[in-house]
C-alpha cells in the first residue's frame, strides 16, 4: 500500500424521503468529489431514518471508526429534524441556543419574522462550531470530528466553501479514466492482470449506455500520478493488441 | 404504532464508483419505490466499497436485521467484481458454475462468444436461485433472503418484474403529499401538533425549490388510509386558519 497518510471519511444522510424513494439522494455524489480533491477517501455511505436512536448508535460507530462523519438533513425547523438534539446526546453535551447562530438569524429575518419555528434552528449542541450559510442563513455545525450539513442540496453546496479549511486531508487522490468501444468481458482476463501487478492502484471497470453509445470506462485512481500513468500504458497496451477503440466520453 | 406485519428491507450498494462520487447512485430509489408498493419498508442504505471483507461483514448483519436485503453491483465480469463469491461465503456456500445461469448465457451469445470473462458471470453461490435478465443475459440471484442485482440501473429495473413474485410484503405503505406555498417555519409548529396526535402515521416535511416556486411538501405515510384521511384534514385546517395557498407540484 501506499505510504502516505490516508484521511477517511463516512457520510451518514439522515432522512425518511432517502429511504421511501421519494427523494433522489445527490449530497453522497456532491461530498464524495468535494472529499477527494481534498485528499480525503469516503469509506462508507449509510441512509438511516429520522430516529434518534439509530442515529445516535450509528453516529457514535462511524466517528471512531472514520476520521471525519459528514450528515446531511435533519437540521431544519419542523418537529421531523432531529440530528441537532442526536448529535448532542452523542457527544454528552447540552442542547441549547447557540448564540452566534442566534444573532445570525436574529438579523438574517426581517423584525418579527424570527418566530419560534424559525428558533429552532439555533438549538445546537453545547460548543458547537457553526457552519455558515450563505444561501438560506440557518447554519450547519460540527462538533469534534462531525460535521452537520443540511439535506437540501443547493445549500449544502453553498456551505462547502466555508469548511475547506477545517478539513485536513492527505494527499488528493487522482484518477484517470479510459473509456473503450467495447464490453467488460472483452477486457476482463487482462484487465485482471494488470491490476494484480498493480496492487497499490484501484481499478474499476464500468459498463456505460450513453448518446447512443455502448463501453467501458476504465478507471484508475491512486494518490500517485506515476502509478497511474504505468497502469494506463499496461491497459493501452493490452487495448491496442485488441485493436478495441479508444473513445471520448 | 399499527397492528399490520411490518416488512422490512435493507439495501446494499456496492461499489467504489458511488464512494468516488464519480457515479450518482440511483438504484436506492428505484428500488425503494418499487419495495414501497410491495409492501415493503426500506429500514437502512449501505454503501460499501469492493472489499471482501467489508461485504461479507455488512451482508452478513442486514441480512440477520431485515426480512430482505438487496444488494447492487459487483456481478460483472470484472476482477472488481466480487459480490457472487462473497456471498458465496457469507453462506458458507460452494462458490461454482450454475447450470441454468451456464445454458442461458451460452445460448444467449454467438457460438465462440461466450468467453472466459463472460462465463465469470456463471459462477454464484451453490443453490443459489436465478433472477432472469431480459436486458443483457446474464442473471443476477438470490440465495435465502438475499437478492444480489446489477448496478447497471436500466438492467436493474429491467429486472425486477421477474422478482415480484419472490417478495412477501405487508400492507402497502401509503403516501399523500400536501404541497404549499410557505415556510417550514411557518408551520413547523401546527405540523408537530398535528404529528403527536397521530403518533403512528410518519409526517415529513421537504421544503423544495421548484420552478421559480419555493415551498414546503409535507408527507404523509401509513399503511392505513382512513389514518391518513384523519392527518390531512387536521393539516388542512391549519393551513386554512393560516392563509397558507396550497399548490400543485
Known amino acids: 500500500m501506499s505510504k502516505n497518510i490516508k484521511v477517511n471519511a ?39 431514518p ?10 457514535n460507530l462511524l466517528r471512531k471508526t472514520y476520521n471525519y462523519v459528514f450528515t446531511t438533513g435533519g437540521i431544519g425547523p419542523t418537529h421531523d429534524d432531529i440530528t441537532a438534539q442526536s448529535v448532542a446526546k452523542v457527544f454528552n453535551k447540552k442542547y441549547e441556543i447557540h448564540k452566534q447562530a442566534f444573532k445570525i438569524l436574529e438579523s438574517y429575518y426581517k423584525p418579527g419574522e424570527f418566530n419560534e419555528g424559525r428558533q429552532k434552528m439555533v438549538w445546537m449542541p453545547e460548543d458547537a462550531e457553526l457552519i455558515l450559510n450563505p444561501t438560506s442563513g440557518a447554519p450547519g455545525f460540527s462538533i469534534d470530528n462531525v460535521f452537520c450539513l443540511p439535506g437540501v442540496p443547493s445549500i449544502l453546496k453553498s456551505m462547502l466553501g466555508g469548511l475547506k479549511n477545517k478539513i485536513v486531508g492527505g494527499e488528493p487522490i487522482l484518477s484517470q479514466t479510459i473509456s473503450l468501444k467495447t464490453v467488460e468481458s472483452e477486457i476482463a482476463n487482462s484487465l485482471t492482470k494488470v491490476q494484480e501487478q498493480n496492487k497499490d492502484v484501484e481499478i474499476g471497470s464500468y459498463p456505460f449506455f450513453h448518446a447512443g453509445k455502448l463501453g467501458v470506462s476504465i478507471v484508475i485512481r491512486s494518490e500517485n500520478q506515476s502509478k497511474i500513468d504505468e497502469c494506463n500504458s499496461q491497459i493501452l497496451k493490452f487495448v491496442s493488441e485488441k485493436k478495441i477503440e479508444v473513445v471520448d466520453r
Open 10 to 48: 463516512a457520510i451518514l444522510i439522515i432522512g425518511n424521503e432517502i429511504l421511501s424513494g421519494r427523494t433522489q439522494d445527490t449530497n453522497t455524489s456532491t461530498l464524495a468529489n468535494w472529499l477527494n480533491s481534498l485528499g480525503v477517501k469516503v469509506g462508507e455511505v449509510r441512509v438511516v
Open 50 to 59: 429520522d430516529e434518534e436512536k439509530i442515529i445516535i448508535d450509528t453516529l
